[in-house]
T-cell receptor, first 114, second 113 residues
Framework: DQQVKQNSPSLSVQEGRISILNCDYT??????FLWYKKYPAEGPTFLIS?????DKNEDGRFTVFLNKSAKHLSLHIVPSQPGDSAVYFC?????????????FGTGTRLTIIP | KAGVTQTPRYLIKTRGQQVTLSCSPI?????VSWYQQTPGQGLQFLFE???????NKGNFPGRFSGRQFSNSRSEMNVSTLELGDSALYLC????????????FGPGTRLTVL
């Protein structure tokens, strides 16, 4: 049972435009969400996170939006740059005083077209 | 500051064998987590160790086990290997746990023949 779903395996966006990566979850207990980026032959790199008490978190070109009622989060990258081409994973957790585990989605491969 | 290192980077084993993978976290990080990445399943959480204690475990069979040493280095062991265990195994370290920013190693690519 895939509790965190990234329904788009791939996405292509023109350089300079906005990239929007989507993630849906089924477990309403999830209250903390993260995005990681992965280049080939490297481990994932943390990008941004959001707690369920917020509906938006911004860090430079990256903004994550959380819609709890729809159990949906999205990552916006503005403007998109060639170096953003990578696989993006969303992840979710139930915060439990250190006793947590992350559930990841299957990833979306983002390609930025120069 | 040195990053997370994993050894070996590549490994080929045959069914029924066992394997041990090693992970050295970033200095000062007490939490080490292990993940399995396969093309169809994405990243799946195996377990997390914090100060030598397993704090949480994913939904993997008992063939998958781990441990953490007093210097925070961690090992993961898979016994009685199956073809389906072929995957990239990633370890990640953080100061406090999986909801803190985790720093991943490059992974160990395990192929089971």
């Amino acid at each position: 049972d895939q509790q965190v779903k990234q329904n788009s395996p791939s996405l292509s966006v023109q350089e300079g435009r906005i990239s929007i990566l989507n993630c849906d979850y089924t477990n309403s207990m999830f209250d903390y969400f993260l995005w990681y980026k992965k280049y080939p032959a490297e481990g994932p790199t943390f990008l941004i996170s959001i707690s369920s008490i917020k509906d938006k978190n911004e860090d430079g070109r990256f903004t994550v939006f959380l819609n709890k009622s729809a159990k949906h989060l999205s990552l916006h990258i503005v403007p998109s740059q060639p170096g953003d081409s990578a696989v993006y994973f969303c992840a979710a957790s139930v915060v439990n005083f250190g006793n947590e585990k992350l559930t990841f989605g299957t990833g979306t491969r983002l390609t930025i077209i120069p | 500051k040195a990053g997370v290192t994993q050894t070996p980077r590549y490994l080929i084993k045959t069914r029924g064998q066992q394997v041990t993978l090693s992970c050295s976290p970033i200095s000062g990080h007490r939490s080490v987590s292990w993940y399995q990445q396969t093309p169809g399943q994405g990243l799946q959480f195996l377990f997390e160790y914090f100060s030598e204690t397993q704090r949480n475990k994913g939904n993997f069979p008992g063939r998958f086990s781990g441990r953490q040493f007093s210097n925070s280095r961690s090992e993961m062991n898979v016994s009685t290997l199956e073809l389906g265990d072929s995957a990239l195994y990633l370890c990640a370290s953080s100061l406090g746990g999986v909801t803190n920013e985790q720093f991943f190693g490059p992974g160990t690519r395990l192929t089971v023949l």
